[in-house]
């Protein structure tokens, strides 16, 4: 995995760990510090479908939506 080889894999690993704890997976889930919306593809990947996503950032946002993994987006 390609963010792995830079260390980018806490993301990864927490929406793994979630999809063994949680078994529903249209449980509401919002994505504090998304950033570019990682986390958001890590979650969908674990069979997420609710997903929201903060950041203060419009341009992290902006590359976050891109992921078009979640469902709202807020700033």
Not at 10 to 26: C, F, G, I, T
């Amino acid at each position: 995995h390609v963010y792995d080889a830079v260390g980018f894999f806490a993301q990864r690993v927490a929406a793994e760990l979630m999809a063994q704890h949680q078994p529903d997976k249209s449980a509401p889930i919002l994505d504090v510090g998304a950033g570019s919306g990682r986390g958001g593809v890590d979650l969908r990947a674990n069979g997420f479908t609710n997903l929201a996503a903060l950041d203060f950032s419009p341009a992290m946002l902006d590359l976050a939506r891109e992921k078009q993994v979640y469902n709202r987006l807020y700033e």
